[in-house]
C-alpha cells in the first residue's frame, strides 16, 4: 500500500507539474476554452498531489509541501479574482512557479509530521498557510502597481490591467484580510504552544521573525490609515513584512531539513 501511494503521489505530481508548465509556456498558442479546462486539469492535479501526500502512512509537511499548499492557495485566489475581475491581466508565470512548487514538495517532502492529535493543529497550519496566500497576494498586487505607476510615468500603454487605484485597494484588501489571519495564527501557536507542540512557548528564531513580520505589517496598516502612507514606502514596508514570515517558517525548516538533516 505505502509502494502504491508513493508511486502514485509521484506520477500526480509530475502530471501538475508538467500541466502547469504547459500551461505557462504554451498559453499564447492555445484558445479560451482548451486553456481553462488545462487550467482546472492543473490545479485538480495539485490538490491531489497534496492530499496523497497526506494519505500516506507517516503524513509528511517540510518547508517545500508548505510552499506547495501556499501556491496552491495563491493560484485558488487568483483565479477566483480573475473570474470576477475579467479586465485583470492574467499572469501565467503564477502557473510555473505552481509547476515548480508541485516538484519542489515532491522531492523535497519533509520528515513525518509530528503534530499532536488536537483541532488546533490542523487550524493553526490552515490560518497560517492562508494568511501566507494572502499576504502574498497583496505582494502580487502591489508590484502591478508599482508597474503600473511606472508606465504611467513613462507615459506608456497600461492594456490589461486594472485601474491603479483598483489595484492599490485590492493590496490593501488583501494585506488586512492577511493580517487579520497571520494574527489568528499567532495567538493560537504562542497562546496554546503546549497543546499543538508539547512544550512551554519559547522564543525560537520562527516565532521571532513572524511576530517582527507581524510588527511591520501592523505598522504598515496604521500607517496608512494614519499618515496615508503609499507608494514605495507602502510597498517596501509590505516586502519586509512578507520577508521576514518566509525566513521565519519556510526559511527556518529549510535550514533544519536540508542544511541540517535533522
Known sequence: MIVVTSVMQTAVSWLAALSYAALALGHARMSALPRRWLAIGAWLLHALALLLMWLQPEPRL????????????????????????PELRVHWAMALLAALAVLLAWWFPGKPHTGLSTFLAP???????????????AALHGWQMQRAERAMRDAQPTSGDLPLLALERLTFRFLHLGFALLSATLVVGIGFSESLFGVAWRADHKTLLSVLGWVVFATLIVGRAALGWRGRVAMRMLYGGLTLLVLGYIGSRFVLEVLLQR
Open 62 to 85: 517540510g518547508f517545500a509541501v508548505a510552499i506547495s499548499i501556499t501556491m496552491w492557495l495563491a493560484t485558488t485566489v487568483y483565479a477566483v479574482e480573475v473570474r470576477l475581475l
Open 123 to 137: 487550524l493553526h497550519s490552515a490560518l497560517g498557510f492562508a494568511s501566507y496566500a494572502l499576504l502574498g497576494m
